[in-house]
C-alpha cells in the first residue's frame, strides 16, 4: 500500500513523461491477509501485498494502456513509453469522445478503513480460528473455512483534472462445518474487523451441519424453495454474470436485451446498484474518477435501468452513472455493489408460514446453459433441508437443479427483512414458487 | 533477482527458525488483445515482477510476498512469512514434513521458436480482423470477436535444501467466436475451442498454426445454422465426444479429484473434496479398460508443460487411470510424505504472489485405436457433442452435467442433423464406465486451458488435456431443456 501522497507523485512523475493531449494513471494497490483451515487445522496462511500502476494514453481516439508494478522512475517511463506504442498502433475508437472532466465530479466523504492492529495480526485471526475449531471438537466436527482481511487502494487522476483517491478495508469469515457426510456453512463479511460476526457465524454453521445428519432421498421435480441469503446471492452473482452489464444488453446477449421498461420479474423484487450505501463495501468513484451513482436497475419486477461509463453513456445518450471497470474493458461497465431490497417477513416467519418447499443453504458450480433466458446448471451445498407445515422436518441430499433464474425470480412469494453481505452483495432470504431439480447428487 | 539477495533471504529464514525456505522470483509479461466485429477492442500489455517466500517454522508453513524486490523488501517479506508461520503453529495437529526430492540446479530455456512480443501489434490486428471478418456469413452474425494473449516469463527457484532453477517461458494463444442472435435465441460457435481458444508454450508459430482464418467461415456458418436447428433430443442415447469438449470432461470428473491436496480435505470449504480417497487407490474401476489417463508434464508445447514444477520438483509422467483402474493422484512434497507417494511434480502457483498448490499438468487421455468414422458407424442412435459450451459438478466431482456448444444426430452409423444446445449428465465412474471406443493418435490434439480455478485467494491456472474423440454408451442427454 502507498498513500495519497505517493500516488500523486506517481502521477507527476508519469506526467513529466508523456506527450499526448490526454492521459489518466490509475494506481490500484492491496495487500491482503489469508488464513485457511481445514480438518480443524491452520494448512495455509498467507499475505500478499502489490501496487499495479496503469496508464491510459488518448490522442484524438487512439488510445493505448499498459501497466507495471515497478513504480521507480525508469519503471514509468517505460509505461509511457508502452502505453504510447500501444496508441501509435492502435486504430480510433469512434464510440471514445474524451476522459472525464473534474468540473463533473463532486466526492462524498468517505472513511472505511480499518487501521487497528487486530486487523494485521496473524496471531489473532489464528487465535479466532483456534476457537472455531474448539467447538467444532466439541460436537465431534470439522472445521474447514477461511479467514481474509484485506485493504486496498484506488487512485484516479487524469490530465483534464481528476484526482480521487480512496482505501478500503474488507474483512471475510468462512466456516464450513462437517461431519461423516453432512456439513454446514455460514459467513460473515465486513469492512472493519471488529463487526465481523464470529459468534454467529461459528454457531450457524455448527448448527445447520448438525441439523444436517443423514439426509434424506427426495424425488427430482419442481419444489417451492426458501434460499437463505447466501444462496440468494448466488442467483444475484449469476444474473449479474449474465445480464446485467450494459455491453451484454446492448448486445442482445441478456435476458434484459430489449425490455427496458417490461416487467421481468416478480413484483416483490427490486435491485440496486449502490456504491455508496454504508451497509455494503462502499468505493466513492469507479475505475475512471467517477463518483458511483445509485441505479435502480429492477425496480417493483420492472427493468428501470442499466449501468454506464464514459463510454457507454455517450455512445446510448445516457448518464454515466460511474461503473467503469479498468480500460481496456472489454466486458462493459458492470455493477459490482447490488442490493436486493429487503422485504417485510423475518427469516423464521418465512419458514414457520410454508407448507411445504426446500430450504437451500447455498449454491455450488453454478454456470449458464443460456444466458439469454438465464438458464443455469448448479448444485445445492452444505444443508439442504425439507421444510413441511412450517418446520424443517429432515435434511435431505444435495439435489442439481436446471432452472431459469429469471422464472425464479418471477415467482418470488416472500423476500426477508434482514439483508446479509456476502461477496461484496446485499442480499436477503427469499421464497420461490417453484424451482427445478434434475437429479440427486450421490456425494453424501 | 541477483543470488546474493536470495540469499539474504534464506539466511535470515534459517536465522528466524526456519527449518525449511524457499524463494521463488518472477518477471512476467503479458499482451493480450481483444478484435470484435472487426476493429480493435482492447489491448493490454502489463508488467509484474516479484517474489515470494514460503517457509516452515515450528512445523507449519507461512508464506508472504511482496514487489518489493529490495535488500530491505526482501527482509520484510522473509520476516512476515515466518511470523505467519508461527501463527499458523498455533492451531496444528503435526509438523509438516517434506518427502525427500533432489535439489537441482539447472537453467532451462523456452519453446518458442518466434517471440510472440516480437511481432508487431498491426500484424496481430491484421490476423484477428481477417478471420473475424470471415466469421460475418450474414447478417444474425452479430458478435465476432478474436482474441490472442501471450507470456513471457522468467522465474528463479531456489531453496534451503540448495536447489537453484532458473526456467524462461512463453505462452501463445488465440481463438474466435461467432455469436449469432435471432429474437429469444443465442448461439455461439468457437473454434479451436471456447473460452480463449488454444494455448500453448510455443511461440507465435503456434498461432499462425492454428489457421483462424481458414476455419472462420464454416463457424459463422454453423452459428447461423444453429438457430434454426432442433432442440437436443432427451433421454438416453450413445454420444461421441469431440477432443475439444472431452478435455473438459477429462478435467473435471478425472483431473480435479486426482489432488491429493483436495482428497486431504484442503479445499474443502470452496472447491471441494473427492470421491478419490485412499483407500481406493489401484483398487476402483472408475472406467472401461481403455481408459488410460496419464499426468505428463514431460510434453513439449503442452500448457501445463514444464520441467521443474515450484517446488523444484522433475516433471513427471505418472498414471492416474490405468486401465481403467484408478491409479495415482497429483501430489506436493507436503502430501506426498504423508502417504510416502514419490513427488510427481503438480505444485504450482499462478504468479509469484500465490503460494503454490497441487495443479493439474497435462493430464491426458490416451489414444485408442478407433478412426472416426468408425466410432460412428458403430451407433445406431447417438449424438455427437463438441466444444464446451458450459459445466457443473458436485463437489465430490460425482454429478456432473455438461453443455457444448453444437451436437449432431447420429443415425444408422452416420452423422445427421445438428442439434442446438446440446448436453449431458452422469455421475463420473459410470460414465467413464461407458467408454468403448477411442479414437487413435493422428485424432489426438493436447488443449490448452487457460482458466482452470483453484484455491483462496483464487488462482487461475493455464494446464492442458491430451485427448481425442472418444465414444460413451447410454447417456442421459438434453437435460439441460428445461427450463
Not at chain 1, 437443479?401 to 425470480?409: E, G, H, I, K, Q
Request: glycine fraction near 8%; aromatic fraction near 8%; charge should be negative.
Amino acid at each position: 500500500m502507498l498513500d495519497k501522497e505517493r500516488c500523486i507523485q506517481i502521477y507527476n512523475d508519469i506526467k513529466e513523461f508523456v506527450k499526448v493531449p490526454q492521459f489518466e494513471v490509475l494506481i490500484m494497490g492491496e495487500d491482503e491477509s489469508l488464513t485457511r483451515y481445514a480438518n480443524s487445522i491452520i494448512h495455509q496462511n498467507v499475505r500478499t501485498s502489490d501496487t499495479t500502476v496503469q496508464l491510459r494514453v488518448v490522442s484524438g481516439k487512439r488510445i493505448g494502456v499498459s501497466s507495471t508494478n515497478d513504480t521507480s522512475k525508469e519503471g514509468l517511463a517505460d509505461l509511457v513509453k508502452a502505453s504510447t506504442e500501444i496508441m501509435n498502433s492502435s486504430e480510433e475508437d469512434p464510440d471514445f469522445s474524451s476522459l472525464p472532466e473534474r468540473k463533473e465530479i463532486k466526492y462524498p466523504q468517505f472513511d472505511y478503513f480499518d487501521s487497528s492492529a487486530k486487523f494485521d495480526s496473524e496471531d489473532y485471526k489464528a487465535d479466532v480460528i483456534s476457537e472455531i475449531c474448539s467447538k467444532s471438537k466439541s460436537k465431534s466436527l470439522k472445521a474447514f473455512g477461511r479467514f481474509t482481511t484485506s485493504k486496498m487502494e484506488l487512485f484516479v487522476g487524469n490530465s483534464l483534472g481528476v484526482e480521487a483517491y480512496a482505501k478500503t478495508s474488507q474483512v471475510n469469515l468462512n466456516v464450513q462445518i462437517m461431519g461423516e457426510g453432512f456439513s454446514g456453512f455460514a459467513q460473515s463479511t465486513s469492512k472493519f474487523i471488529s463487526d465481523l460476526e464470529i459468534e454467529r457465524a461459528t454457531n450457524d454453521a455448527i448448527e445447520t451441519c448438525l441439523m444436517s445428519k443423514n439426509p434424506s432421498f427426495i424425488e427430482p421435480g419442481d419444489y417451492p424453495v426458501i434460499l437463505k441469503p447466501e444462496a440468494t446471492e448466488d442467483i444475484i452473482e449469476m444474473l449479474n454474470y449474465m445480464g446485467f452489464s450494459c455491453n451484454a444488453i446492448s448486445e442482445g446477449r441478456s435476458f434484459l436485451s430489449g425490455k427496458l421498461g417490461e416487467k421481468v420479474f416478480s413484483e416483490k423484487v427490486s435491485i440496486i446498484d449502490d456504491g455508496l450505501d454504508s451497509r455494503g463495501f462502499v468505493m466513492p468513484f469507479d475505475f475512471e474518477g467517477i463518483p458511483k451513482q445509485r441505479v435502480e436497475i429492477i425496480k417493483d419486477g420492472v427493468f428501470n435501468d442499466f449501468v454506464t461509463d464514459s463510454k457507454w453513456a455517450l455512445k446510448l445518450g445516457r448518464k454515466n452513472t460511474g461503473h467503469a471497470l479498468p480500460a481496456p474493458n472489454v466486458y462493459g461497465p458492470v455493477p459490482l455493489n447490488l442490493i436486493f431490497l429487503e422485504g417485510d417477513k423475518s427469516f423464521e416467519d418465512i419458514v414457520s408460514q410454508t407448507d411445504e418447499a426446500i430450504l437451500i443453504t447455498r449454491f455450488w458450480y453454478s454456470n449458464p446453459t443460456n444466458p439469454k433466458v438465464g438458464l443455469v446448471t448448479g448444485l445445492t451445498r452444505d444443508g439442504t433441508f425439507f421444510i413441511k407445515n412450517g418446520k424443517i422436518e429432515k435434511p435431505i441430499k444435495n439435489l442439481r437443479y436446471t432452472d431459469s433464474l429469471v422464472n425464479l425470480l418471477s415467482n418470488v412469494l416472500e423476500v426477508g427483512n434482514a439483508l446479509r453481505l456476502y461477496e461484496g452483495f446485499l442480499v436477503p432470504a427469499i421464497k420461490c414458487k417453484s424451482f427445478k431439480f434434475t437429479s440427486v447428487a450421490p456425494s453424501q | 533477482m541477483e543470488d546474493c539477495l536470495i540469499e539474504v533471504a534464506l539466511e535470515k529464514a534459517s536465522e528466524l527458525g526456519a527449518t525449511y525456505a524457499d524463494l521463488r522470483y518472477e518477471e512476467n509479461e503479458y499482451e493480450s488483445i481483444s478484435v470484435k466485429n472487426e476493429k480493435l477492442e482492447g489491448v493490454k500489455r502489463s508488467k509484474s515482477d516479484g517474489f515470494g517466500v514460503r517457509v516452515i517454522v515450528d512445523g507449519s508453513f507461512g508464506f508472504s510476498s511482496s514487489n518489493d524486490t529490495s535488500k530491505e523488501g526482501i527482509l520484510k517479506v522473509t520476516d512476515e512469512a515466518c511470523r505467519i508461520a508461527k501463527a499458523s503453529a498455533k492451531v496444528k495437529e503435526h509438523s509438516v514434513k517434506l518427502a525427500i526430492v533432489k535439489p537441482y540446479k539447472d537453467k532451462v530455456g523456452h519453446n518458442a521458436k518466434i517471440d510472440p512480443f516480437s511481432i508487431s501489434l498491426n500484424e496481430k490486428l491484421d490476423l484477428l480482423k481477417e478471420a473475424t471478418n470471415s466469421l460475418n456469413v450474414s447478417p444474425e452474425i452479430v458478435l465476432r470477436r478474436g482474441n490472442m494473449r501471450f507470456l513471457k516469463q522468467k522465474k528463479i527457484f531456489a531453496s534451503s535444501e540448495g536447489a537453484h532453477i532458473e526456467q524462461d517461458r512463453i505462452e501463445s494463444g488465440a481463438g474466435i467466436s461467432a455469436t449469432a442472435i435471432e429474437g429469444n435465441e443465442v448461439q455461439v460457435r468457437s473454434y479451436p475451442n471456447s473460452f480463449g481458444g488454444d494455448l500453448s508454450t510455443f511461440g507465435y508459430e503456434f498461432i499462425k498454426g492454428l489457421k483462424l482464418g481458414e476455419n472462420a467461415k464454416r463457424i459463422g456458418e454453423e452459428a447461423k445454422a444453429l438457430l434454426k436447428a432442433k432442440k437436443c433430443p432427451e433421454g438416453y442415447r450413445d454420444i461421441i465426444i469431440d477432443g475439444n469438449h472431452l478435455a473438459l470432461q477429462v478435467h473435471e470428473s478425472i483431473g480435479h479429484p486426482s489432488e491429493l491436496d483436495r482428497v486431504l480435505g484442503y479445499e474443502a470449504a470452496y472447491a471441494g473434496t473427492s470421491f478419490l480417497t485412499p483407500e481406493k487407490l489401484n483398487n476402483l474401476k472408475v472406467g472401461s479398460d481403455i481408459v488410460n489417463i496419464v499426468s505428463d508434464a514431460t510434453i513439449i508445447g503442452a500448457l501445463g508443460g514444464f520441467k521443474y514444477d515450484d517446488e523444484g520438483v522433475l516433471a513427471k509422467r505418472i498414471y492416474i487411470i490405468k486401465n481403467g483402474i484408478f491409479s495415482g493422484y497429483l501430489n506436493s512434497r507436503e502430501t506426498a510424505a504423508i502417504f510416502g507417494f514419490e513427488p510427481m511434480g503438480a505444485m504450482r502457483a499462478e504468479n509469484w504472489q500465490k503460494i503454490p498448490l497441487i495443479r493439474m499438468t497435462s493430464i491426458n487421455l490416451e489414444p485408442g485405436n478407433y478412426e472416426l468414422d468408425d466410432l460412428i458407424g458403430e451407433i445406431d442412435n447417438g449424438i455427437l457433442l463438441s466444444t464446451t459450451k458450459s459445466w457443473s459438478i458436485d463437489d465430490k466431482r460425482l454429478n456432473f452435467q455438461f453443455a457444448t456448444e453444437i451436437g449432431w444426430e447420429v443415425k444408422g452409423g452416420k452423422l445427421g442433423e445438428m442439434v442446438k444446445n446440446p448436453s449431458y449428465t452422469g455421475i463420473t465412474p459410470e460414465f467413464w464406465s461407458s467408454c468403448d471406443g477411442i479414437c487413435n493418435k493422428n485424432y489426438w490434439h493436447v488443449w490448452g486451458v487457460p482458466n482452470c480455478g483453484k484455491g483462496e485467494p483464487p488462482q487461475i491456472m493455464r494446464l492442458s488435456h491430451g485427448t481425442s474423440p472418444a465414444r460413451f454408451r447410454n447417456v442421459k442427454v438434453g437435460v439441460a431443456n428445461v427450463g
